[in-house]
């Protein structure tokens, strides 16, 4: 393929990838925290010449760029909460989809509650909790959002509660995701230790096969199982690489969940939210890639 080809295909994947929904808000995710995270690091950097001391010519303008780094972080960030006010809808369809009648499968659930499983392993109650709390962190965070414009006369202490306690549902929803993604773990292991099990007796079976030095030729079913592994390999190594994006992503935000729900915060430095958002961005931006091919 020639080079003008190839950019050509690049940027027609790009677009592809930022049209999407996921697309663009894991590529406003980048500069949201890769901004604050360079500006930390190059503040880190000219402190350090400085303790040992080394004059930089250009600090000033070193420093400027750092400030101006943290502004377009929060620019984007405000951004994304504009782009996350229709992120209501697609968990309205997808509890429409799951219960077409939600308002009865409510009613039931407060009359008969012994009629319904919380078992998580469950995937249709597993997504029925993550709807419930999505939902719960949207409306937040849009109540919060409209208060701090001025549309919604909420005291700002309200605002403060809400915006925690929208955060606190995000939190559940990660947890959840944690917890689903160890399971799959597990899954994963022991399809790959069947994997390499099913092929030593395969191997085993081929040598058991050879008479006094002469290899028989291999029947039609041996080479469909053959067949057959290398495309089980194709498939589990294509379930590795899922597992992994989303790992990053789901462990990464859960340190981050925290640390929003917590009056405070778990941690005072906000180069730690940059480094997680940065690696969180990262592994959004993967998935997003991925399913733009």
Not at 49 to 57: F, M, N, P, Y
Not at 141 to 156: D, I, K, Y
Not at 178 to 193: P, T, V, W
Not at 246 to 272: E, F, K, M, R
Request: hydrophobic share 45%.
């Amino acid at each position: 393929m020639s080079k003008p080809s190839e950019f050509n295909a690049l940027i027609a994947r790009l677009a592809r990838m930022t049209s999407s929904p996921n697309g663009l808000d894991s590529s406003l995710m980048i500069g949201q925290y890769g901004g604050p995270l360079s500006a930390g690091l190059i503040l880190a950097a000219l402190q350090w010449l400085k303790t040992h001391g080394k004059v930089v010519a250009d600090q000033p303008r070193l420093v400027s760029l750092a400030a101006g780094l943290v502004r377009m972080g929060g620019a984007i960030g405000s951004a994304r909460v504009v782009t996350r006010l229709f992120g209501l809808l697609p968990m309205i369809d997808w509890l429409l989809k799951l219960h077409p009648q939600p308002v009865k499968a409510l009613i039931g659930l407060i009359l008969h509650p012994s009629r319904f499983s919380l078992d998580i392993r469950n995937e249709r109650v597993y997504a029925t909790i993550r709807i419930i709390a999505l939902c719960g962190y949207y409306v937040g965070e849009h109540t919060a959002w409209l208060a701090s414009q001025g549309v919604l006369q909420l005291q700002p202490a309200t605002v403060s509660k809400i915006a925690v306690w929208s955060v606190r549902s995000w939190a559940l929803d990660v947890v959840l995701s944690c917890i689903q993604l160890f399971r799959k773990y597990l899954g994963l292991r022991a399809r790959e230790r069947a994997l390499k099990a099913s092929a030593k007796s395969e191997v085993s079976t081929t040598d058991d096969e050879d008479v006094e030095g002469y290899e028989l030729t291999p029947e039609p079913k041996e080479k469909t199982t053959a067949e057959d592994q290398k495309a089980a390999r194709a498939a589990l190594n294509a379930d590795w690489a899922s597992w992994e994006q989303q790992a990053v992503v789901n462990y990464g935000y859960l340190p981050l969940t925290v640390h929003w729900s917590t009056p405070g915060g778990v941690w005072t430095s906000p180069l730690i939210t940059a480094a997680l958002g940065s690696v969180v961005s990262v592994g959004k931006l993967a998935g997003a890639w991925a399913a733009s091919a």
